[in-house]
Nanobody
Framework: QVQLVESGGASVQPGGSLRLSCAAS????????MGWYRRAPGKERELVAT???????NYANSVKGRFTVSRDNAKNTGYLQMNNLKPEDTAVYYC???????????????WGQGTQVTVSS
């Protein structure tokens, strides 16, 4: 069994910063792509950022220049640094990871439970 646990969500004022973490634990041989997604109230889930195991990143246009995705492969942990937060960033943020549980196994996508980020004055 593999678990992804997000942390770092909070309520902040516009212009503030938060750092989300996503820790993977359990039976893990390797992690491939990791991603951050969010779902705002009444909206569909949307991609925020992704990062490959080699460190290549991709961002939604709405967060480019404000958010930075990173990872520590030795710790099986991903991060999302969010700066200059705006009210429209309010959402539940989810991390995902492509997990290979043991050598030779196929990757499968695992999701965390989500962490709430609220940006309001």
């Amino acid at each position: 069994q593999v678990q992804l646990v997000e942390s770092g969500g909070a309520s902040v004022q516009p212009g503030g910063s938060l750092r989300l973490s996503c820790a993977a634990s359990g039976t893990i041989f390797s992690l491939n792509d990791m991603g951050w997604y969010r779902r705002a109230p009444g909206k569909e889930r949307e991609l925020v950022a992704t990062i490959t195991s080699g460190g290549l990143t991709n961002y939604a246009n709405s967060v480019k220049g404000r958010f930075t995705v990173s990872r520590d492969n030795a710790k099986n942990t991903g991060y999302l640094q969010m700066n200059n937060l705006k009210p429209e960033d309010t959402a539940v943020y989810y991390c995902s990871a492509d997990v290979r549980p043991y050598f030779g196994a196929s990757y499968y996508q695992k999701w965390g439970q989500g962490t709430q980020v609220t940006v309001s004055s």
